[in-house]
C-alpha cells in the first residue's frame, strides 16, 4: 500500500506522532511519502529531546521513506533547502495524493 503523510502543524508532539507513524508504516513494508506544508516546514527547529522530530525523520529516510516540503512555505520562512526538508513543488503534493491508497493529515 501507498501511504501519504501531509504534516502541516509546527507542534513538536504533533509532527514527531506523524514522522513515528511514517516509520511505523515503512516497517509494515508499506511504501509511504511526507509532505510538509505551512508550519510543517519548521519540524526541525522545534525538535526537542522529548519529540526529536530530527531523530525521527532520519531514521525516516534511512527506512526508505521520502519527504517532501512545500517551496513556498519554506521561502517565506527564509528557509534553505536539507536533505530532511527538501524544497519540492504542489506538484509533489498533488502526486503524492494521486498516487497514494490511503492520505493522513496531521
Do not use: H
Not at 514522522?19 to 511519502?33: A, D, P, S
Not at 526529536?52 to 519527504?67: D, M, R
Amino acid at each position: 500500500m501507498k501511504i501519504g503523510i501531509i504534516i502541516a502543524s509546527n507542534d513538536a508532539e504533533t509532527c514527531w506522532n506523524a514522522i513515528r507513524y511514517g516509520n511505523f508504516c515503512l516497517g509494515k513494508k508499506e511504501e509511504v511519502k511526507i509532505f510538509l506544508m505551512g508550519k510543517g516546514v519548521e519540524y526541525q527547529k522545534i525538535s526537542t529531546d522529548k519529540f526529536n522530530t530530527v531523530e525521527q525523520a532520519e531514521k525516516f529516510l534511512e527506512s526508505g521513506g521520502k519527504i517532501f516540503a512545500c517551496g513556498t512555505c519554506m521561502k517565506s520562512r527564509e528557509q534553505e533547502s536539507t536533505e530532511v526538508c527538501p524544497l519540492s513543488t504542489m506538484q509533489d503534493m498533488y502526486d503524492i495524493v494521486k498516487e497514494s491508497d490511503k492520505v493522513v493529515s496531521f
